[in-house]
Nanobody
Framework: QVQLVESGGGFVQAGGSLRLSCAAA????????????MGWYRQAPGKQRELVAT???????DYADSVKGRFTISRDNAKNTVDLQMNSLKPEDTAVYFC????????????????WGPGTQVTVSS
């Protein structure tokens, strides 16, 4: 019902920067009234998917300890978008990054659910 479109992944050398963007939209018709939380997760080969950063509609944020001070999440509630600015990238940041939207509603009384983007590859070389 809701599609998350990600952009901004790529290849960068250690110490470099990348910016990921994600936009949520209804697939067929209708609008999104609200999204409780939007954020980013990542999954490296052979590892479980892990939280990178999330932000609620009220502006509260949560970051993985490994990215604190290097990554910054931002969100536009009106546009249903979330960005992740990644600075001082390290080889261990290499992973597929997934956008996540939690608690999507088409109206105050109609929940649509939680949704994931298809993922975008981030590769950091040493």
């Amino acid at each position: 019902q809701v599609q998350l479109v990600e952009s901004g992944g790529g290849f960068v050398q250690a110490g470099g920067s990348l910016r990921l963007s994600c936009a949520a939209a209804r697939v067929i018709s209708g609008s999104i009234f609200s999204i409780n939380a939007m954020g980013w997760y990542r999954q490296a080969p052979g590892k479980q998917r892990e939280l990178v950063a999330t932000m609620t509609s009220g502006g509260s944020t949560d970051y993985a300890d490994s990215v604190k001070g290097r990554f910054t999440i931002s969100r536009d509630n009106a546009k249903n978008t979330v960005d992740l600015q990644m600075n001082s990238l390290k080889p261990e940041d290499t992973a597929v990054y997934f956008c996540h939207a939690k608690g999507v509603r088409s109206s105050p009384f109609v929940p649509l659910g939680d949704f994931w983007g298809p993922g975008t590859q981030v590769t950091v070389s040493s």
